[in-house]
Structures are given as C-alpha cells and as structure tokens.
Nanobody
Framework: VQLQASGGGLVQAGDSLKLSCAAS????????MGWFRQVPGKEREFVAG????????YYHDSVKGRFTISRDNAKNTVYLQMNSLKPEDTAKYYC?????????????????WGQGTQVTVSS
C-alpha cells in the first residue's frame, strides 16, 4: 500500500491550506484514516481522524473548529482542510491508515504511513 500526501507549503498566519492523501495498492474504503504531525525533536502528534464511512470524525483539541478531515472513497483520497493557521501548526504532516475498524488517535495503531508534507506557518 502507498499513501501519498500533498498540499503542504509556506503560508502566513490566518491563511488556509488543504492537504490531500491519495491511497493505492489495497482496500482503502474500509480503513480508518488519520492525519498526524511532527516537528523535529518531538513525538508524532495526532491531528484528526475519520472512520471508514465518514460517520465519525475526531480531532485534537488544538485544531477543533479550524481543521476539517474528510474523505472521498471513490477517489481513495482523504483530505485535511486547515483554516486559521497558526505558527504552532508548523510541522510535517503525515496521513496514515488503520485497517482494524477502530477509532484511534494512537499512532502505534496505524498500519500504513505516507511520506509527509511540510506545512510552515509564518507569523
């Protein structure tokens, strides 16, 4: 399986970005999908997750009301719409897939990972 994340970039505080993660190589439609982020020297942090059928979404408290996760199973793609970006959102963002029909924010539970896309927010 391959997960290809894209859409990162350099923006100013208050701007928006939309990340995409395209999946290929296996069944995507039954996977829980998550977005995580990591800065050098720190642990990978959960950002948002979505169930296989989009019925449930969940977010880290720091992004609630600003970020929205969504998916299009017909396109095998999951998205992360990020609004009102802050400098503290600066990180490398990773998408991940969990094939065990659960909702989880634990990165150890995710089986497959993309290569990450850098988001930098200037003040």
């Amino acid at each position: 399986v391959q997960l290809q994340a894209s859409g990162g970039g350099l923006v100013q505080a208050g701007d928006s970005l939309k990340l995409s993660c395209a999946a290929s190589g296996r069944f995507f439609r039954s996977d829980t999908m998550g977005w995580f982020r990591q800065v050098p020297g720190k642990e990978r942090e959960f950002v948002a997750g979505i169930s296989w059928n989009s019925a449930m979404t969940y977010y880290h408290d720091s992004v609630k009301g600003r970020f929205t996760i969504s998916r299009d199973n017909a396109k095998n793609t999951v998205y992360l719409q990020m609004n009102s970006l802050k400098p503290e959102d600066t990180a490398k963002y990773y998408c991940a897939a969990d094939s065990h029909f659960r909702l989880t924010a634990n990165p150890a539970h995710y089986d497959y990972w993309g290569q990450g896309t850098q988001v930098t927010v200037s003040s």
